[in-house]
């Protein structure tokens, strides 16, 4: 997100995609490629750089619900295996360890 800022400022003061690059290569590894798709992005009229929202599925393995549940079978019993969960709650293991890892901020102990 900070690159694309920098590179709206460096399309507001009239460089070119090469100029711009030049720049940013000497503070931030940004590629070539990624300085030209947001520059023509803003000569189009796109002043936004979030991400626009995208097509697909949306998550629905990882609810607030699910999270919960994930939290308290591992307050019970905290030798669970990421499969005994899926398969306890009926999601897949990707989910499941997204929540352990990404929501509930747990970790593996090294013993």
């Known amino acids: 997100m900070e690159q694309r800022v920098n590179i709206k400022f460096c399309f507001k003061l009239g460089r070119t995609a090469t100029e711009t690059h030049e720049m940013l290569v000497k503070v931030d590894a940004v590629s070539k490629k990624c300085v030209f798709e947001w520059l023509k992005r803003f000569r189009d009229g796109k002043e ?28 019970d019993d905290r030798r669970l295996s990421l499969r005994m969960i899926a398969e306890e709650l009926k999601i897949s293991l990707d989910s499941v360890s997204n929540i352990i890892h990404e929501h509930l901020q747990k970790r593996k102990k090294k013993v």
């Open 48 to 75: 936004d750089v979030k991400d626009e929202p995208r097509s697909g599925r949306p998550p629905t393995s990882t609810t607030p619900d699910n999270i919960e549940r994930v939290r308290r079978m591992l307050a």
